[in-house]
């Protein structure tokens, strides 16, 4: 059996099924989001475990490259990259296998772009995009181990709790990830 750190956290499980009555916030200037037409394994890798790496994202760290790349392929998930003074500042994935409801599966800053004031910003060009394509509702989960502005962003943003959790995660060791002391069980 492989050595694992056990990770104790709430997670909250949110949907949203209306569009925001606000107009969108724009992305200030020099800031865009592209997405990708093809994500190769690396790209994705990078960009998952550069915004998870504060925040025990550990789940895709341990899915097989052809499973992920089967994944990346699939025309239903979409990855989109926030790009601000040239690099990547953040990314989300929609997944759309369950249209006409849409899951926001991973959403995130990489650490520099954190405290920039781009996230709710940032987070309204995930919600509209879902919107766009015409979706029914859209949900997303958040956790104790993410950042703390996370759930106040997605309520601001229209979300509403459906429900919460607690789970233990047995998060393997070779792995590497920093795990918080509070969020040890």
Not at 86 to 99: I, K
Not at 107 to 132: C, E, H, K, N, S
Request: proline share 9%; glycine share 8%.
């Amino acid at each position: 059996m492989e050595p694992v750190v056990r990770v104790s956290v709430t997670v909250t499980f949110l949907r949203m099924d209306r569009p925001p009555a606000e107009m969108a916030p724009a992305l200030p200037p020099g800031w865009q989001v592209v997405r990708a037409e093809a994500p190769t394994v690396p790209f994705y890798r990078y960009l998952y475990n550069t915004v998870g790496a504060d925040y025990v994202w550990w789940l895709r760290r341990t899915t097989p490259d052809g499973e992920l790349a089967a994944l990346l392929r699939d025309p239903a998930v979409s990855i989109h990259t926030l790009y601000g003074r040239g690099e990547p500042g953040g990314f989300f994935e929609l997944d759309a296998r369950y249209w006409p409801d849409v899951n926001l599966g991973y959403f995130g800053l990489m650490p520099w772009a954190v405290g920039t004031g781009i996230g709710y910003a940032f987070l309204r060009q995930a919600v509209d995009t879902v919107w766009r394509r015409g979706a029914r509702g859209m949900t997303v989960n958040t956790c104790t181990a993410d950042h703390a502005r996370a759930l106040p962003t997605y309520l601001r943003a229209g979300f509403r709790v459906i429900r919460q959790v607690h789970e233990v995660w047995n998060v393997p060791t070779r792995l590497g990830l920093r795990i918080p002391e509070h969020l040890r069980a």
